[in-house]
């Protein structure tokens, strides 16, 4: 008896520092997530700048990778409330450098990636924005929120397309409503066709002999580009009050007269 219990000290006597190890480990990760709790109550309270001071100091002295970029997160939110702008990239920066060193952490990277766009297209840095959502190990075409922010980058680098194709795209994933994705829709269609009626048909690549100069053995012409852009637009679009007023308008100018009525007749009906 009294061998089993020396041995049975002896052991306990080992596991010390392991039990040590665990109890201080459990005891830094309260404290942690204390300081996260006190700095996200302090965001949402709007006291932005002891919730930037609290969070700063959770991501210095943190272990965990995931934390210490949501509190980088969180401290550049509250640094942007309050107009400090150059500390709001600083710690967008670190929470990024943080983040690519996690790569095979997809929904932390997209989460950097989200929350830097929000903020800059805040302050209207689309390009900046841009960037931040096109990254190694972001894919912003998966996640609705993060097309919701493409939608804006190109609202506001004023990309017509861009912004048609995802009005599109999130109206089929029932992201936004009709009357939203048709605001969107024609707002960007009718910006394209009168941004096309001032650019030059391109030139077909096709080799001529010098001595054929018949007409009938001329290439042919090619469609206009407001013509191009116009064909593509779908049916029920044709038929929105900007697209339709852009549309005849460029019928109209190309002579086209009749077309440019059934386009009017159409949306007016």
Request: hydrophobic residues 40%; glycine residues 4%; positive net charge.
């Amino acid at each position: 008896a009294f061998l089993y219990v020396l041995i049975r000290v002896l052991i306990w006597l080992a596991q010390m520092p392991t039990r040590y190890r665990g109890w201080q480990g459990q005891r830094q990760e309260k404290r942690e997530q204390s300081l996260l709790e006190q700095g996200w109550t302090a965001l949402l309270e709007g006291r932005y700048t002891h919730a930037e001071k609290t969070l700063t100091r959770l991501s210095g002295q943190s272990s965990d990778k995931r934390r210490q970029v949501l509190a980088m997160l969180s401290a550049a939110r509250a640094a942007h409330e309050v107009g400090e702008f150059k500390r709001q990239d600083e710690l967008l920066a670190q929470a990024q450098a943080a983040a690519a060193s996690q790569s095979a952490d997809v929904d932390l990277n997209t989460a950097v990636a989200a929350a830097a766009a929000d903020l800059w297209l805040e302050q209207g840095r689309a390009e900046e924005a841009l960037g931040a959502l096109q990254v190694d190990h972001v894919q912003p075409m998966r996640h609705l929120h993060t097309m919701r922010l493409m939608l804006r980058v190109y609202q506001q680098t004023q990309n017509h397309a861009k912004v048609l194709e995802l009005a599109r795209a999130l109206r089929r994933k029932d992201a936004i409503s009709q009357a939203e994705a048709n605001n969107l829709i024609e707002s960007a269609a009718a910006s394209m066709i009168r941004a096309a009626q001032t650019q030059k048909p391109a030139t077909p690549d096709h080799k001529q002999d010098n001595k054929q100069k018949d007409k009938k053995d001329s290439p042919p012409t090619a469609a206009p580009p407001w013509e191009v852009c116009w064909k593509e637009l779908k049916q029920e679009e044709r038929v929105l009050p900007e697209v339709a007023l852009a549309g005849a308008q460029v019928f109209q100018a190309a002579g086209n007269y009749k077309e440019a009525t059934k386009v009017l007749e159409a949306a007016i009906t």
